[in-house]
């Protein structure tokens, strides 16, 4: 039985959500990511937070590989655009009625006697009239689609299941039966100063036709045109149209009653299964939406195979999602990279010239993973990525002059935390410790973290100025970031798997003490 599209049971999307961000998201630019596709643009820059309940699914990552997968088919099956356009239609349109269901059922509910009206219900009627209208509409067009997906395939059925149920079929004959009856009711109003009266209609004349016909005469029928214009507004006298309807209510009580029997049993009408799958498939949408500008410049995504272990784990032509989106609206170029584990390898150890896009790099193999645990593609060609239970940070922060404590304590505070959370299935990112401290203290330092790291057993990437990292042993692999070898020292923004050139801590000294080239030249020049 079909129970939603983001779950294959009902036990599994019943499991506790994260409803904060996790506090890794500022460190990974995730928080850019999902604050971006959370929210609307509504004018002179306004964001505004999109309605669809979705900040908790983005927020949880998955520890069932077979929930990842249930999403990736769906994602996969949506990228069709004959599909996503038939599903998208049909969830905007389930939105729709039930936002102005949510009025109607506010105005029923109110305290306020005059909002509970016949003008209300009438409205209850429309949005009936016009549910069972989406509803046979788009059984048709949906179950008419050859789905793959346990998802769809699994919505498709109920839908159809559904649309056929003596429940629906009820609604939608005991709706037509109303609205027939409702179609028939005459009236007489009689209007003298300021009295209105209402009587049932018993074959008086109607001086409307009388005059249609008179005036008929003056417009050859070849020549006639028409200039009615359907109202899209209410009418500016809705009160007196509310009191009118009183008095025909109470000149026509048995059909009224009728009425005021329907909106009681069908003022929540909207199937719960139905209403659940048409917010939860924005989780897909939304995603497609997001990633659509990166995919056309030609930027990869791929669906990752997800690991129990960490014995190989790679992705290639990789990106940073975050600066990714950033460069598509800039029209900018987004430099791709390459990274690999394979056992007994277990850390990446960055190093190189700064501002090459080391810290970039360590932001990027976070996102994957989390992007991965969410069943949503990847940025990337392709992909196979650990199941984690916990993505762990230790970024450089600036030092916080009301503590008493040092930069240097606090890193090692925050480092010690970090290692006592984590478990060989964890993903811990590094970037920049012990910038605080000498080189020799750095060193000794960065070996015993390498040495806790190592003993841990979990994957792990660590930028740092200490190229001695970088080859602690046969569980490092050494990654730089590269510069034109033409002399210029221009940054190419490409991370490859080679030895240390033991030049980033040599720039980092000669940037603190004031020797490069632009920092002498400024000082020199006249």
Request: one cysteine or more.
């Amino acid at each position: 039985m079909f129970y939603s599209i983001l779950y294959p049971t009902k036990e599994q999307a019943e499991r506790p959500r994260e409803h904060r961000e996790p506090e890794y998201f500022p460190d990974l630019h995730l928080d850019h990511i999902f604050n971006y596709l959370l929210t609307e643009e509504k004018g002179f820059g306004r964001r505004v937070k999109k309605d669809f309940g979705l900040e908790s699914v983005f927020y949880t990552p998955v520890r069932d590989p077979d929930v990842i997968l249930y999403r990736q088919e769906v994602l996969r099956e949506l990228e069709d655009e004959n599909i996503r356009a038939v599903i998208a239609a049909f969830a905007a349109e389930v939105f729709a009625v039930g936002l102005i269901l949510k009025g109607i059922r506010e105005a029923l509910d109110s305290l306020e006697k005059e909002r509970d009206n016949y003008m209300t219900r009438g409205q209850l009627i429309h949005c009936v009239e016009r549910y069972c209208h989406m509803i046979s509409s788009f059984t048709q067009k949906i179950t008419a689609l050859d789905f793959h997906s346990r998802g769809l395939r699994g919505f498709a059925a109920y839908l159809k299941a559904y649309a056929a149920s003596d429940k629906f079929q009820t609604m939608c004959r005991q709706f037509q039966n109303l609205r027939q009856r409702l179609s028939e009711v005459r009236f007489c109003m009689l209007i003298k100063n300021d009295t209105i009266r209402v009587r049932r209609y018993e074959g008086q004349t109607d001086h409307a036709e009388e005059l249609l016909a008179l005036f008929s005469r003056f417009s050859p029928e070849e020549e006639a045109e028409t200039y009615t214009a359907k109202q899209t507004f209410a009418p500016l006298d809705w009160r007196l149209e509310i009191e009118v309807l009183k008095l025909v209510a109470e000149a026509h009580k048995d059909i009224f009653r009728s009425l005021d029997k329907f909106c009681l049993q069908y003022a929540n009408f909207q199937d719960e299964s139905i209403l659940r799958f048409c917010q939860e498939v924005h989780f897909y949408l939304l995603w497609l939406d997001f990633i659509a500008p990166m995919r056309k410049l030609n930027l990869p995504f791929c669906y990752p195979q997800m690991q129990a272990d960490a014995s190989h784990l790679y992705a290639y032509d990789t990106y940073d999602l975050a600066l990714a989106h950033m460069h598509s609206s800039e029209n900018k170029p987004v430099v791709p990279n390459d990274f690999a584990l394979k056992a007994p390898e277990q850390i990446l150890v960055i190093t190189g010239a700064n501002q090459g896009g080391k810290t970039t790099f360590a932001r990027t193999f976070g996102q994957l993973h989390y992007l991965a645990s969410l069943g949503l593609c990847v940025p990337g060609r392709k992909a196979a990525l650990l199941l984690f239970d916990k993505i762990l940070t230790h970024f450089e922060r600036e030092e916080d002059l009301t503590e008493l404590s040092g930069k240097l304590q606090d890193d090692l505070l925050r480092l010690q935390k970090l290692l006592q959370q984590a478990t060989a299935k964890s993903i811990i990112i590094i970037n920049e410790i012990f910038s605080s401290t000498t080189l020799s203290d750095a060193l000794n330092l960065g070996r015993k973290m390498m040495d806790d790291l190592i003993k841990l057993g979990a994957p792990a990437v660590v930028v740092t100025f200490l190229d001695e990292l970088a080859t602690h042993g046969p569980e490092t692999v050494s990654m730089v970031s590269t510069v034109r070898e033409d002399g210029s020292a221009e940054r190419t923004y490409k991370i490859i798997r080679k030895p240390p050139d033991g030049l980033a801590y040599a720039l980092t000294l000669i940037k603190k003490h004031g020797l490069t080239y632009e920092q002498l030249a400024g000082r020199l020049a006249p």
